[in-house]
């Protein structure tokens, strides 16, 4: 098992493809069903995983992952801790442009506080955008993959003038203020 | 028709505690000298305490500034008896009851020598509300008293302000005279220890009490609520334990097993599986304090915990119940503490069995009304 690389394969023509991670099964699904059925005009190939590593055995048939999309859940301590594992799995060429972070259940009054410090501090560190969306209506659904399709078409190259690490200069997260000051 | 018979019954006075005003200085809070200047205000309501720095919510609460954080360290229940402070039968009544928990805005011009007007006003609004057919569904002929008091003792600074205990009783109407009459719905007040800087920040007038706990029927609570609304201009809301307050429970409680021997520990987690599973976790308390001291750094004050430490506890009670069971604990949430001191539930609950320790759980539980009040 490797470290998953940005640059190892050669890219295939007016395709995109993106990786979503997620310790949970429900809302990655109906997200990977809804961000193959948005409208567009490149072929946008979704694949699945727990966690990573990913297994070596697909190594050979798994095309260039274009975007990985680490989603968390905040309800469950166990979403974000074993993201942070798959974190340490990425090459670091990944994070130049290649990942983000869809976060769900932000507005839950149950969630302590400093679960969602702690996944802002985590994306900070790491220059990535951050992304909430609304997990359980189907026009939350909707608007989180079309984001995520913006994005994707930015990293897979697909967009002219446009690479991820630009993209990523001008919508990575920052911290607020009284964050930044915190312990 | 049923004559409606209203007594008052007072029990005590208190000192009203006043409060300096305090001009609130914004560099004094200001961390690191930034100098604020035309940056959009984003908490709900100019507030005194707003600062003038930017601020973005972390949680759903507006307005929340860097003054009021959650501590990182609290410190751990002596085996100091409370009935040296406080009146042992107020100490019973507290400890009777299952609480639900609310915290309140600050209240405009409640004073603690009012109490005998406030009892007969509030008697006098029930009996208008049920007079209205609004809400209360007890026999038509009840008579309500209402009872204000003062639970001296249990304030810990000079800031707070005297806790008042809040008493219902009916009478049937065809009782005996000599027949005691039944408390139907209690209900306190309570702010101990509470934030010093925040307190000294409210202008005069307010008296801030942000701890609610109720007992008796949901009709009777919203109608006392609506009272205190109308006479106090305060709000109410809901005041729900995340589950990192129970886990400073369960620490807590843990953390003083020699001196006062909580018989078990049980925590009780669910977890969304379908169909939703209830995991209740209990644990023999010589193991559990073993884990705790384990976990104690050497060179840690003796009464003082620290978030890392009951986030290692934490870790060691759920790696120990995965390595038996398979089973991720960390994807459910917490939903329930107990032990013998009490139990705490998330959806805003709680319970003291009895009287040790109550004040430091107070104390964490009027930080959390701190941290959730909108302002």
């Keep these: 098992m490797s470290l998953l690389k940005p640059f190892a394969k050669l890219p295939e023509l007016n395709t995109a493809n993106v990786l979503l991670v997620d310790s949970e099964d429900t809302f990655q699904h109906v997200l990977a069903d809804a961000i193959v059925q948005q409208k567009n005009n490149v072929n946008v190939n979704v694949r699945l995983a727990r966690s990573l590593p990913l297994p070596a055995e697909n190594e050979d048939s798994r095309p260039r992952i274009d975007l990985v999309v680490l989603i968390l859940h905040l309800r469950s301590e166990l979403s974000l801790s074993s993201a942070e594992t798959s974190l340490k799995q990425l090459d670091p060429d990944y994070f130049l442009g290649k990942v983000c972070f869809v976060v769900t259940g932000a507005r839950c009054a149950s969630v302590p506080h400093e679960r969602m410090a702690a996944v802002r501090k985590l994306a900070t560190s790491l220059h990535c955008p951050l992304l909430f969306t609304e997990e359980q209506t189907a026009e939350g659904i909707n608007t989180a993959a079309c984001r995520v399709l913006n994005i994707l078409r930015v990293s897979a190259g697909l967009v002219p003038m446009a690479t991820g690490l630009s993209l990523f200069s001008l919508i990575r997260s920052t911290l607020p203020p009284d964050l930044d000051y915190q312990d | ?375």
């Design chain 2, 1 to 375: 028709m049923g004559r409606r018979v209203v007594q008052i019954h007072f029990l005590f006075l208190s000192a009203v505690v006043c409060y300096a005003m305090e001009e609130r200085d914004s560099a004094s809070a200001t961390p690191r000298g930034k100098a604020p200047s035309n940056q959009s205000r984003k908490s709900y309501g100019r507030s005194r305490r707003s600062l003038g720095v930017e601020l973005t919510n972390i949680g759903f609460t507006p307005g929340h500034l860097a003054g009021l954080r959650a501590p990182t360290s609290r410190e751990l229940p002596k085996p100091r008896n409370l009935t040296e402070h406080v009146n042992p039968e107020q100490i019973a009544l507290l400890v009777k009851n299952e609480w639900k928990l609310s915290y309140i805005t600050p209240l405009y011009q409640f004073r603690h020598t009012q109490l005998k007007t406030y009892s007969k006003q509030l008697s006098a609004f029930i009996a208008a509300e049920k007079q209205q057919g609004l809400a209360v569904e007890i026999e038509a002929d009840t008579s309500f008293r209402v009872t204000f008091s003062a639970v001296l003792g249990l304030a810990e600074t000079e800031d707070d302000a005297e806790t008042v205990f809040i008493q219902i009783h009916s009478r049937p109407p065809f009782a005996v005279e000599g027949d005691a009459p039944k408390v139907i719905w209690s209900g306190w007040l309570t702010c101990i220890n509470g934030n010093p800087e925040y307190l000294r920040s409210l202008p005069s007038g307010f008296v801030c009490l942000p701890l609610f706990c109720t007992s008796g029927s949901e009709s009777l609570t919203s109608v006392v609520k609506l009272w205190f609304e109308k006479t106090f201009d305060c709000n109410f809301g809901t005041l729900s334990l995340n589950s990192t307050c129970l886990q400073w429970l369960a620490s807590m409680w843990t953390g003083c097993h020699p001196a006062f021997n909580i018989r078990y520990l049980k925590l009780v987690w669910n977890l969304p599986a379908q169909p939703p599973l209830d995991i209740s976790y209990t644990i023999h308390p010589q193991d559990a304090w073993d884990l705790w001291n384990s976990i104690r750094e050497q060179d840690s004050a003796a009464d003082t915990i620290s978030i890392n430490e009951v986030e290692s506890f934490m870790k060691g009670l759920e790696a120990h119940f995965f390595r038996h069971f398979r089973i991720y604990l960390s994807a459910g949430t917490l939903t329930k503490v107990s032990t013998t001191f009490g139990s705490a539930h998330c959806d805003g609950k709680i319970k003291f069995t009895s009287g040790d320790s109550i004040k430091h759980v107070l104390m964490l539980l009027t930080e959390y009304a701190l941290l959730k009040m909108p302002i």
